[in-house]
């Protein structure tokens, strides 16, 4: 079956959230969702959400799911506002517990901070399957760039969250922790074993040079001739060299200290503290 698919993109984060219906009813996915951050001020917006719910509404859509790719570094999710607003469940892959034990430590957390992913309404693993209306979607899991990634195929489209970019950007950094180069050209080839007309849709989009405009779908035969890190000649040596070589070479996210702590919450704050506030830690030289 073909899924119906529709694109929001942030261009302040360069994100794509993707509305995914089922072309026999009302039922919708939303995949990796946006809550609008500014970092100097400390202040959410929900900007992007909105368009995104009032989409759903116009349409008269229905919302079975809320799902993420992964925990995001680079935008915090709005999966839990979507949720008050449209329902839905919201799930991620059952990794997702490696990341939380990961940052509970990187931000002092304690023992308030359940590392079990019960934040989650659903933990998808390799090979676990789920509906849209009567539209079948398969969860693959594709570590690399973080221990949680997921790839979900429904029909004949695959969202790949950060594994794969477009042909011409390549693919997403491996240097965060529990990241692989190795791990992620394994987790690319069975994206690639899918048939070669399989829409890909991607996680973000950064315009490579050259381009004039975003774009965020592409085929699983394109990526297989073209795509400029993993593409046809490329050998898993030189991708593991490349890779590892280039990411040496980033900075880290803008958003990725608030993003985390949000986003290994399912996209809640830290609880209050005794004066209703919610913080954000900022840990020094930690990261």
Request: proline share 5%; aromatic share 10%.
């Amino acid at each position: 079956m073909k899924p119906e698919v529709f694109a929001f993109f942030d261009e302040d984060t360069f994100t794509v959230t993707y509305v995914v219906r089922d072309p026999s009813s009302s039922k919708v996915a939303i995949v990796d969702s946006v809550l609008d951050f500014d970092y100097a001020s400390g202040r959410t917006d929900t900007r992007s959400a909105d368009a995104v719910i009032d989409f759903v509404r116009e349409k008269g859509f229905e919302v079975e799911w809320l799902l993420e790719t992964h925990v995001h570094a680079d935008h915090l999710s709005a999966a839990p506002y979507i949720q008050e607003k449209l329902g839905g469940k919201i799930a991620i892959g059952e990794n997702i517990r490696i990341i939380q034990d990961t940052f509970g430590k990187v931000f002092n957390e304690g023992t308030e901070f359940q590392r079990d992913g019960s934040q989650f309404d659903a933990l998808f693993k390799e090979g676990d399957s789920f509906h849209i209306g009567q539209l079948r979607g398969d969860v693959m899991h594709t570590p690399g760039h973080t221990p949680a990634c997921l790839t979900y195929v429904v029909g004949d489209a695959a969202f790949v969250g950060d594994t794969l970019f477009m042909p011409d950007f390549g693919t997403a950094r491996c240097d965060f922790p529990g990241g692989s180069a190795d791990t992620m050209w394994d987790s690319i080839q069975k994206i690639m074993a899918l048939p070669d007309e399989t829409r890909i849709f991607v996680g973000h989009d950064y315009k490579a040079e050259g381009r004039d405009d975003y774009a965020w779908e592409t085929t699983v035969g394109e990526q297989k001739r073209l795509n400029k890190h993993v593409g046809e000649g490329k050998s898993k040596e030189d991708f593991v060299s490349a890779r590892t070589a280039r990411d040496s070479q980033l900075a880290m996210p803008r958003l990725i200290i608030p993003s985390l702590q949000v986003n290994m919450r399912a996209g809640q704050m830290p609880p209050p503290e005794d004066n209703g506030v919610s913080y954000l830690k900022v840990p020094v030289d930690k990261l």
